[in-house]
């Protein structure tokens, strides 16, 4: 069983940045892939970062490609998502999620085993 906390969620102008952070419960956390996904108001759940669970690969959405940096520290079981220049359109709720080592699909929700309640992050123009 993992459990998975994010923070760091908040309230910016356009072009700022913002930090979110997952933190894992658990023991084997260095075996899981883990994700970002947003639901904006009104969306469905969409990916936004993954990194595997030897954080030697990341993968993004063409939305936030160049812009958000996932990372993970397995010493500290945390993964986190560096937000920058952001844009109204980020705003969402962001949520951490986890999975036992990959898939190929690793964009679908159905995918994670494990989520986390979410974070708000609001970007003004």
């Known amino acids: 069983q993992v459990q998975l906390v994010e923070s760091g969620g908040g309230s910016v102008q356009a072009g700022g940045s913002l930090r979110l952070s997952c933190a894992a419960s658990g023991r084997t956390f260095s075996e899981y892939s883990m994700a970002w996904f947003r639901r904006a108001p009104g969306n469905e759940r969409e990916f936004v970062a993954v990194?595997?669970?030897?954080?030697?690969?990341?993968y993004y959405a063409d939305s936030v490609k160049g812009r958000y940096t996932i990372s993970r520290d397995n010493a500290k079981n945390t993964v986190s998502l560096q937000m920058n220049s952001l844009k109204p359109e980020d705003t969402a709720v962001y949520y951490c999620a986890a999975r036992k080592y990959w898939s190929g699909t690793y964009y679908s929700v159905g995918v994670y085993d494990y989520w986390g309640q979410g974070t708000q992050v609001t970007v003004s123009s």
């Open positions: 990194i595997t669970w030897s954080g030697s690969m990341t």
